[in-house]
């Protein structure tokens, strides 16, 4: 193979789909038609079956049939996968579930209706994302999709039918599947199959041909779906030619090529362009090439603006290239977007000068399979000549400074003559011309060149100080000093406007993966208004703000200033359009508005201050600026469904808290009260009691009651201290005796157990609020009561060490539950499962928080044989000494 039939690497790059050090990708099937009823599910299971008699592992994620008999009739043979079921208003209602689909071992999955949206509590949103995560699986999937389901083309489908369709696929799921089937069917013949009740029910047939299925809708979303494949179709032969190495056009789908150099002029091409391509129906380019001898000159740069101006105006892609020849810069460019027809002007048609060959004249011999079309424009400006790179002023300036270069080396040349030949001394000369043509252009080189071989006759050569020759041979060294001097000159200057090219299309590069690079990690609103403050603004020289719809989707500026006018905001949110200054929409206004238009939905719109801004005045920089709109989009559609994506995990552990809630409150409240009622009823009976009988029965009511009681207190408590936080009222106590008050109030649930204290006289006070300790330690003893047998023993103990005073309560029961230790202390987590223990498991959450609050900890831990201790440890302090004064009062 040689190297010209090699393919171009950077090409190969761009088509290259998997890395073969990544786990496989399960490839996607889908099956398209222009809507309902043309047979995508049929053909989709008759695939199926195929696939399945080649030894394919194949199963149904989930088809919708629609009650067709023939569709019906083909899952059979097939396995299903059982779908997950969700209670919604009081029935059970069924959806894909992923997770099943996931686990099941299939190779190939056949999951319907791809743009459906889920169930509310699904993992994901859409359908579509499920697809991806099997794919990313490496399970591969069939689906169906209709034509106005892909988001490009949904607002062109609602102009068409009179109905906004909701459910979307974005368009890069289309054109990332691995094989798209048409499911083709003439209008005439869907509306039999439709009469015929093969799509609806009878019921719903007359109805779908008053709206939907009416034959102009059916023929025009059939050509929507027919171009949307064809354009598909053309981006797969040109991955074949890449990957190939085909250089020849394959003119599978029109495309033209409108090509216009920095004239303004150029713009009756442009309309030419549309006007032809309005014809064909078919997509066009305009194409600049940006030579070195156009680059940097601000008339060819400002013509340049109003041409990308005018052609994306007119619905064309702008493309902007450089290149040294034009015609193998426009010829690459056309086989690469597999152009067929090229379109030049008069002025682009004939080369200035006579004796090279024009334009077109290579064009056509270079690659004879694309058409070429010369249109003639009336009126138009000459090409800018090559030697006009700078305004008046800086080529002056410019011709100043070489020709004092000139004469410094003229200087230096004089002082080194003795000790040098002449021939180098012309050397010397021909440096000098070289580093003038780097740094002051083409235009300076030349004047150089003249100047250095006039300073070279005058003093060097002999009769020196004239311009006299007396040796004929000199006189053709200065011809070939002076071509010599104006070939490295134009060398020089060729290679500088290319080092600057190179040089603006790094930084734009550069500028777009930092701010790629900020907006990725950005999660919040104020992250992207931080990108934008220290990233765009310093990049572009300008002031730029955002503005954003709030919840109730009205736009507001994220920085107030005198230039956002939001009256032209919301124009350009609700079009989708730029607008204001330097456009032809709204262009009263004193900035540039530019929509934010994400993959699924306008996210916002940028405000560019863009007066005197020097970036905005290339097509190159508003072509950096709208790159990056695109990634600001990007970002605020991430940071939108961040939001959704925690709002929906809030909620989820909200009402999994509350479905906690209900259901140990359910049983853990109604159990005391049944209790209660239960005596209640018993007291009620006229005899058979005694009195020793009805005083236990009083007893037993009080100790449920305060049971309910207790706990009613710790879910109001726990629900205020969450709300409002902990309020202390810190006094200074003996631990004694807040143990005490605290046994006192448990003495009857304790009984039967032994209880020992062991509290030192001369223990110090600490500084608590008594109140809530107090429901520490009863709810402490409280579960010791709860889940230790009658003959345990339970011990209290206090002691002070350092700057802490402990409080240990432990008991010789059945110790703690299997599983960490911290978890009892969660809120309604209990110890035991068993409905025989009263309790919604909330005495050791409220525990932590009082404990919390007061700057300890209190931890579990079991004790040895067996048993449990609960440590207290709270900051400790001395207690101020009090005067004999306040003693005596």
């Known amino acids: 193979m040689s190297l010209e039939d090699r393919p171009d690497p950077d090409e190969l790059l761009q088509v290259v789909g998997e890395d073969p050090h990544q786990p496989r990708r399960g490839q996607l099937k889908i099956f398209f038609g222009a809507c309902a009823g043309v047979g995508k599910t049929y053909a989709m299971l008759r695939a199926a079956h195929q696939r399945q008699a080649e030894g394919v592992a194949v199963a149904i994620g989930l088809v919708e049939t629609h009650g067709r008999q023939e569709t019906q009739a083909l899952t059979q043979g097939l396995p299903v996968l059982a779908r997950r079921e969700y209670q919604r208003q009081g029935r059970v209602v069924t959806e894909f579930d992923l997770d099943a689909a996931l686990a099941s071992g299939y ?126 179709v053309n981006a797969d032969v040109h991955v074949y030619r890449i990957s190939h190495a085909i250089r020849t056009v394959w003119p599978t789908r029109e495309l033209l090529m ?292 709030d919840q109730q989707n009205q736009l507001v500026a994220t920085r107030h200033t005198e230039f956002v006018e939001l009256s032209v905001a919301q124009w350009v949110f609700e079009h989708m359009e730029p607008a204001g200054n330097g456009t032809e929409t709204l262009s009263g206004a004193s900035a540039l508005y530019l929509p934010l238009k994400g993959p699924m939905a306008p996210r916002g719109v940028l405000v560019v201050q863009s007066g005197g801004a020097a970036s905005l005045g290339t097509p190159d920089g508003r072509r950096l600026l709208d790159a990056c709109c695109f990634t600001l989009a990007q970002a605020l559609e991430r940071i939108h469904y961040v939001e959704i994506a925690q709002d929906t995990v809030l909620r989820m552990e909200g009402e999994k808290m509350r479905n906690t809630l209900l259901s140990a409150v359910s049983h853990d409240l109604r159990t005391p009260l049944t209790v209660i009622r239960g005596l209640a009823e018993t007291l009620e009976q006229p005899k058979g009691l005694s009195e020793t009988e009805r005083c236990d029965i009083a007893r037993s009511i009080r100790i449920e009651s305060d049971e309910l009681r207790r706990q009613v207190s710790n879910l109001l408590d726990l629900a205020r201290m969450q709300s409002e936080g902990v309020k202390l009222h810190k006094e200074w106590h003996a631990l004694g005796e807040i143990v005490g008050i605290a046994l006192g109030r448990c003495a009857a649930a304790l009984q039967p157990r032994k209880v020992l204290t062991e509290f030192a006289a001369d223990l110090p006070l600490v500084e608590v609020d008594g109140v809530l300790l107090e429901r520490v330690v009863t709810n402490l003893l409280d579960n010791a009561a709860k889940y230790t047998p009658k003959n345990s023993t339970i011990s209290l103990r206090g002691q002070c060490s350092g700057q802490s005073m402990y409080l240990l309560i432990s008991d010789d029961g059945p110790g703690l539950p299997p599983g960490d230790p911290e978890r009892l202390f969660d809120t309604f987590t209990r110890g ?45 302090q001395a207690a101020p000494r009090m005067d004999s004064d306040e003693l005596l009062t």
């Open 107 to 232: 190779q190939l999955l056949l999951v319907d209706e791809l743009a459906h949206s889920n169930l509310e509590g699904s993992r994901h949103t859409k359908r579509w994302q499920d697809v991806e995560e099997l794919l990313d699986a490496g399970i591969d999937v069939y689906t169906a999709l209709n034509v106005q389901h892909l988001d490009s083309l949904n607002e062109v489908v609602g102009g068409i039918v009179g109905v906004r369709v909701r459910e979307t696929v974005p368009d890069r799921i289309f054109d990332r599947a691995a094989d798209v089937l048409l499911v083709d069917l003439p209008p005439d013949d869907l509306l039999a199959r439709l009469n015929a009740g093969k799509v609806y029910l009878a019921d719903s047939v007359a109805q779908a041909r008053q709206n939907f299925f009416r034959r102009g809708n059916l023929i025009a979303l059939r050509e929507l779906a027919l171009r949307r494949v064809a354009d598909r």
């Open 258 to 549: 409108v090509c216009v150099n920095a004239d303004s002029a150029q713009e009756a091409l442009i309309r030419e362009g549309a006007r032809l391509a309005q014809q064909l129906q078919t997509p066009w380019i305009v194409l600049h090439v940006d030579t070195p001898q156009e680059s940097g000159q601000i008339k060819a740069q400002e013509a340049l603006v109003r041409l990308a101006a005018s052609a994306q105006h007119a619905g064309a892609e702008f493309a902007n290239l450089a290149g040294q020849d034009v015609a193998h810069t426009i010829l690459a460019y056309a086989r690469q977007r597999n152009a067929t027809k090229l379109i030049l002007g008069n002025s682009s048609a004939h080369s200035v000068l006579p004796w090279r060959t024009s334009l077109s004249e290579r064009l056509a011999r270079s690659n004879p399979e694309i058409g070429l079309l010369l249109v003639r424009i009336e009126g138009g400006q000459r090409p800018i000549r090559p030697l006009e790179l700078e305004p008046a002023m800086a080529q002056g300036k410019a011709l100043s400074i070489a020709s004092v270069v000139c004469v410094i080396t003229a200087i230096l040349a004089k002082q080194l003559l003795p000790f040098f030949e002449l021939s180098n001394v012309i050397m010397l000369f021909l440096i000098t011309v070289v580093f003038i043509a780097l740094r002051l252009g083409r235009l300076a080189g030349v004047w150089a060149s003249l100047l250095s071989v006039a300073f070279f006759d005058f003093f060097f050569v002999e009769p020196r100080y004239s311009f006299s020759v007396t040796d004929t041979q000199y006189v053709f060294t200065f011809g070939v000093m002076l071509g010599v001097a104006l070939i490295i000159g134009q060398l020089a200057a060729k290679l500088q406007a290319e080092a600057r090219a190179a040089r603006d299309g790094e930084r734009r590069a550069a500028a777009l993966t930092r701010v790629s690079r900020d907006l990725a990690g950005a999660l919040a609103l104020e992250q992207v208004l931080a990108v934008c403050r220290d990233t765009l603004e310093p990049l572009f020289e300008m002031q730029v703000v955002l503005v954003v719809p």
């Open 832 to 876: 035991q499962k068993e409905s025989s223990v009263a309790g919604v498991g909330l005495g050791l959450g409220l525990c932590r928080t009082i404990i919390a609050a007061h700057g300890g900890t209190i931890s579990a831990k079991p004790r040895l044989p067996h048993g449990v201790i609960f440590e207290i440890r709270l900051p400790w």
